[in-house]
């Protein structure tokens, strides 16, 4: 009997090493581009950008790389968060290594002002990859300034 229970809102898989895997890495079969996001909400507004995979968090783990370099991908779409610039330097050094171009997607600022691919609609998702700016190991990415100081706060 299962009344009075109520339906789950979410199944989590078991026995499944997150390190080796990538929410929708099927999209990347066949592709030439993977473009990459760090949360599953993201991923589905996003889901017209070509080779669409999400990581689960702004650290790329040696597994999901592996996954990211296969033959036939020569792009990486990089729609990480503003706060991630180690993990951009980072995975700009690994792109070179392989051969694979890097283009960075800038989400819109929003009515936040944080930027966010989530809060954005699918359509401006792909606005946002379309206008995506060449990065390479070359360039300096500096995480976005913190209030607290401009506000007068004690650190």
């Known amino acids: 009997d299962v009344s009075g229970l109520s ?3 979410i199944l989590t898989s078991t026995g499944v090493n997150r390190e ?4 929708f890495q099927d999209n990347l079969v066949g592709a030439e581009e993977a473009t990459l996001l760090e949360g599953p909400v993201s991923g589905i507004k996003c889901h017209y950008c070509p080779g669409m995979v999400v990581s689960m968090g702004k650290s790329v783990s040696d597994g999901q790389l592996k996954l990211m370099t ?5 792009r990486w ?5 503003l706060d991630a610039a180690r993990e951009l330097t980072r995975l700009c050094r690994i792109a070179a ?6 283009f960075r997607m800038l989400p819109d600022p929003g009515k ?4 966010d691919f989530g809060d954005m609609t699918p359509r401006g998702c792909f606005v946002a990859y379309k206008n995506a700016q060449r990065i390479t190991a070359g360039h300096v990415f500096v995480p976005p300034w913190n209030d607290r100081f401009s506000q007068g706060a004690a650190d």
């Open 97 to 102: 290594g392989a051969d694979i171009k890097v």
């Open 77 to 81: 779409n990089l729609g990480l968060d």
């Open 112 to 115: 936040s002002g944080k930027g």
């Open 70 to 74: 296969r033959p036939g991908i020569k």
């Open 7 to 9: 339906s789950a809102k």
């Open 20 to 23: 080796n895997v990538l929410m």
